[in-house]
């Protein structure tokens, strides 16, 4: 059994930084950060495949957000920079039982419980 904790969300300032953290117990798993703003569809953020190495990331993303992941004592976590208020949404972290999981969400047999992500103009 897989169980998925996010931590590290709240409140921040256009511009300004969060990391988000993902504490996974069971296998390692592929992982992956959706995020999901009111009335939208979840979005695929970031993943990493089972052994921590392979990260994709959306382009909306890309080049501001970068996913990590602590082997070790797994736990995924997700650096956020020049933050903007279209990145307002409850992230959520998704694991599968698999090499890769790739950016749909329906991959994903695991996730965790959600964080939310505020970023005020």
């Known amino acids: 059994q897989v169980k998925l904790v996010e931590s590290g969300g709240g409140l921040v300032q256009a511009g300004g930084s969060l990391r988000l953290s993902c504490a996974a117990s069971g296998l390692p798993i592929a992982m992956a950060w959706f995020r999901q703003a009111p009335g939208k569809e979840r979005e695929f953020i970031a993943s990493s495949r089972w052994n921590g190495q392979g990260t994709s990331y959306a382009d909306s993303v890309k080049d501001r957000f970068r996913i990590s992941r602590d082997m070790t004592k797994n736990i995924m976590y997700l650096e956020m920079n020049s933050l903007k208020t279209e990145d307002t949404a409850v992230y959520f972290c998704?694991?599968?039982?698999?090499?890769?999981?790739?950016?749909?969400?329906?991959?994903?047999?695991?996730w965790g419980q959600g964080t939310q992500v505020t970023v005020a103009s």
């Open positions: 998704a694991g599968r039982l698999a090499l890769v999981g790739g950016s749909s969400a329906s991959n994903y047999e695991y």
